[in-house]
Nanobody
Framework: QVQLVESGGRLVQAGGSLRLSCAARGRTFSSYTMGWFRQAPGKAREFVAAIRWSGGVTHATDSTISRDNAKNTVYLQMNSLKPEDTAVYYC??????????????????WGQGTQVTVSS
């Protein structure tokens, strides 16, 4: 079992930056793929970025994902934010390979989400 808690979401002006954090509780954090997804009102959940246990990363947006296994935490650094980045951002964990890494249904564990609002 892994419990995930996101933080760092807030209201920010366009062009600003945010770093989201996801703290995990569970012994197997370091072995899991960690992902960030987002969901805007009326839209489907979409992939943002993911990082495998080996450190390999993939991104769908202009963001940077990183992890600190010693702190059981994964981060999402977002710069040059735009109003269209407004969404609830979710952290996810699972034993996910490269083929399914962008698929939200492949992840087993989810946080409650953190709201990011970008004003124009």
């Amino acid at each position: 079992q892994v419990q995930l808690v996101e933080s760092g979401g807030r209201l920010v002006q366009a062009g600003g930056s945010l770093r989201l954090s996801c703290a995990a509780r569970g012994r197997t954090f370091s072995s899991y793929t960690m992902g960030w997804f987002r969901q805007a009102p009326g839209k489907a959940r979409e992939f943002v970025a993911a990082i495998r246990w080996s450190g390999g990363v993939t991104h769908a947006t202009d963001s940077t994902i990183s992890r600190d296994n010693a702190k059981n935490t994964v981060y999402l650094q977002m710069n040059s934010l735009k109003p269209e980045d407004t969404a609830v951002y979710y952290c996810a964990a699972g034993d996910v390979g490269w083929q399914a890494i962008t698929t939200w249904g492949a992840y087993d564990y989810w946080g409650q989400g953190t709201q990011v609002t970008v004003s124009s």
